[in-house]
């Protein structure tokens, strides 16, 4: 019996809205999930010019009868939805029905497909049928799709380099690879082998394919559970960063799904681990009741909705920070990077860094369950051995020689001080006893003024002393070190951003001011300075990197330093 149903008109006009093909990669990423909809268990897809020229997929899932495969290129047909109950219960991939009719609209397509009785094919051309008939086949479906957009001059125009499709591409398998560790993929491109995985489930495995085996080196493997929301999470170390934001794969009931404040919590879990604008590579696994999740928010499936946000982000960032909390993450420098298993560096694509308002709407979380573990273990012994150009600081210990970055390391410090007062304010402030003045810019002295109420609550008590010029009469007890340049960057941060909203800006603005005062590069520090520092600095929750995500610490291991002696092979 056909397994393709025609869909009622009403529903195919809900889904309908919009175009679902406008890439090389919404083609490729339409055919693979029509394969996984067919329970493939290998597929294989070939590129030829990145997809421009001709897309071809194959797999071994139960094929088409002669009636399905023309059923393929008609409007509306789907063999998965039903009704609109069904279509806010998608737990499978979703409908298809709309993609293979309009990716036959514009291009010339070859379906051949054998369901385990008949072999068939049609040739079609911007959906008219050119030819049909039967053929030998292995169980499967292999689906062509060539000149793309032949039809189309606009959107042909559309496509961007080869690179850029490619790159597209990629990212597309890679994540279809993750969300279905049973199955093996393989990319291809003009006969290079871009990607290959070997459907055992071995997600570390697929991981250090997609990613590159130092990605997976270390990573750290957690689960957890939250009114009926769980999550497994594969983190790399945060030295493992990229720079673009699509090394976090979200993948919530089999399907890899994009959404962008989801995506953000993870990126919150690794604050200040990360450098700016670098992003963590990690993979995030969701299962919850399909009713909390609206896939047919866009007609390309591209954003997902989900009814309890809020609690699973906040499950993600809390379970991220406590699992990079447990675990000791210092640097080991290595004379040699290791190779890529696949090409895949030449293929590149800017992806803009994110401003700081991009980050204003994801650095919300205030207080997060932490796990209590005995500080002192996050650093381990560490016996100091001097200071290079005034800036670094060695020790050694059994594990081979470390490099400490000073200022890194004092920010550090200070962050976490700043942070924890942020986070409790108190207007407890303690009284200047010298006249100390602050001069503003004009644009700072108006927001100063409409926000003094404000200010008196941070316990910075500002008291106008002229048109530019004020004087600070009291500063928060919280305040380390020189009060009057960090009070100025305060105001100068707050202007910046025009919020004193302490929720919002609280990390950024720990940030700065950790910054400002810390112990500088180029400062000869006494053996007692050190020892505060380090004891200070393994109480801290993340003594590893500064509140920007640069390492404090690096190590040497002996073995490396012998291996750059040649004293071992
Ligand atoms: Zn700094
Ligand atoms: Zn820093």
Known sequence: MSKIIQLDEHLSN??????????????????VENSLDAKSTDITIELTDSGIREIKVTDNGIGMDKTDIKLCYLRHATSKIKNQYDLFRISTLGFRGEALPSIASVSDMTIKSNNGETSNYIHLRASKLMDEGLISLNRGTEITVSNLFFNTPA??????SENTELANVCEIVDKLAISNPSVRFKLVNNKKVLLQTYGNNDMKAIIGNIYGADSIKNMIEVDNEKNGIKIKCYLAQPIVNK????????VINGRDVKNYSVINSVIDGYNTYIPVGKYPLA???VKMDPMLIDVNVHPTKKEVRLSSEDLLKSLITSTIKNALFKSRLIPELKMKEEKEVFPRSEIKVEEKTPTYIDKMEYIKQSFLEE??????????????????????LLFQN?????????HAAAERVRYEKYIEALSNPTNISQPLMVTTIIDVTKKEKIFVDKNLEEFNKLGVVLEEAGPASYYLRSVPVWIIGDALSIVEEMIKFIVEIESIDLKQIRDELAKRISCKGAIKANKNLSIDEVNTLVKDLSKCKNPFTCPHGRPTIINFSQYEIEKMFLRVI
């Open 14 to 31: 809900m889904i309908a809205a919009g175009e679902v093909v406008e890439r090389v990669s919404s083609v490729v990423k339409e055919l």
């Open 155 to 160: 959107r042909l125009k559309y496509l961007k």
């Open 243 to 250: 720079s673009r934001k699509s090394a976090i794969t979200l």
């Open 283 to 285: 993979v995030v696994f």
């Open 371 to 392: 796990e209590q573990i005995e500080l002192e273990k996050r650093l381990p012994y560490l016996e100091y051995i001097g200071q290079y150009a005034g800036t670094y």
């Open 398 to 406: 059994d594990s081979g020689l470390y490099l400490m970055d000073q």
